[in-house]
């Protein structure tokens, strides 16, 4: 991947580094709090994760076009009885579209 596809993936998936927050005195805290509340950084974080797998997905797309993206149901397993059915079951998805092509997940 280029460093123009790089910078380009980062700014459209808002990953650009923030800029330093002042926070030396009473004011500049209350001025950077005016700005983002903690609330606001919170929901911020938590979305980062959504962020970067778009990000990831994307620059997969660049890379390999025809690459298709499979989703891996998340579970809770309680025994291994249920951890095999969940491989199997996945494993035969995967295998299923290997034979139409790549796969990521």
Do not use: Y
């Not at 280029?2 to 700014?11: C, E, G, I, V, Y």
């Not at 390999?64 to 291994?80: A, D, G, W």
């Amino acid at each position: 991947m280029t460093d123009a596809q790089r910078t380009k993936l980062t700014q459209d998936h808002h990953l650009a580094p923030l800029k330093p927050i002042e926070l030396a005195t009473p004011d500049q805290l209350q001025d950077a709090l005016d700005d983002c509340t903690l609330d606001h950084w919170s929901s911020k974080t938590q979305a980062l994760s959504s962020r970067f797998d778009a990000a990831r997905h994307a620059a997969l797309l660049l890379l390999k076009p025809n690459v298709m993206l499979v989703r891996i149901k998340k579970r809770t397993l309680n025994n291994e009885a249920e951890l095999k059915a969940w491989l199997a079951e996945d494993e035969q998805l995967l295998a299923d579209k290997l034979k139409i092509g790549a796969v990521a997940f």
